[in-house]
């Protein structure tokens, strides 16, 4: 997942500089910092009416990421080692300076069994699994989405990470891209989330 992370190192900083406004709507916002290694970490939240299962079936169907990640162009289930554990190889397409990219990653998710909230984290799996590739591949890879159940049958949904696009990029294009990429999933994840009312084996639903 994610066109949305296609961030570039800026200025190395001490600590991790103040989380900036980036937009802000009824339901959603996103925000951006650069971290102490330089790269730019991402923080997105979307409220919306969905099952706790409808997000992990939206990832699972990795043949649709095409309808709510902008610019993916193809993502690939490798493996799956375990129930909750996915290991995907997903494909970008290159933009206006930017190259096509890829990453290899697992993704495992959780629930807390007091609270109902689901967490699904994601990390480089490439030293792992010897995948063919063709645009630059993105190691530095590292976020989390976070799934809470809230009253009236609807979730937070909430995105944390980074992820280092690797290759030489200018800041502002790779930022820029990155911000309106996330701006776009949220608005297309309400509708996508629709196709998947079912419950997810192994979730409790509220």
Do not use: C
């Not at 600590?15 to 802000?24: F, G, K, L, S």
């Not at 809470?148 to 049958?153: A, I």
């Not at 911000?179 to 989330?193: E, I, S, W």
């Amino acid at each position: 997942m994610l066109a949305l992370t296609l961030l570039l190192p800026v200025q190395v900083s001490a600590t991790p500089q103040e989380w900036q406004e980036y937009a802000t709507t009824e339901h959603s916002y996103i925000a951006y910092r650069s971290l102490p290694s330089g790269v730019t970490e991402l923080k997105a939240e979307l409220t919306t009416t969905a099952r706790l299962g409808s997000f992990l079936h939206l990832l699972e169907n990795t043949a649709s990421i095409s309808d709510w990640v902008p610019h993916a162009e193809k993502a690939t289930l490798i493996a799956q080692p375990q129930t909750n554990v996915h290991i995907v190889h997903t494909q970008f397409e290159g933009m206006f300076l930017i190259a096509p990219r890829e990453m290899v990653t697992r993704s495992q998710w959780q629930q807390d069994r007091e609270s109902l909230t689901v967490t699904i984290d994601v990390s480089d799996a490439s030293d792992e699994y010897n995948v063919a590739t063709q645009g630059v591949l993105m190691t530095a890879v590292a976020f989390r989405w976070t799934i809470t159940p809230l009253n009236d049958k609807r979730i937070r949904i909430t995105y944390q990470g980074y992820a280092d696009p690797a290759g030489r990029l200018p800041d502002f294009i790779a930022r820029k891209a990155a911000l309106r990429a996330m701006k776009k999933t949220l608005a297309q994840l309400p509708q996508a989330l629709e196709n998947y009312p079912r419950a997810y084996t192994g979730i409790v639903e509220p």
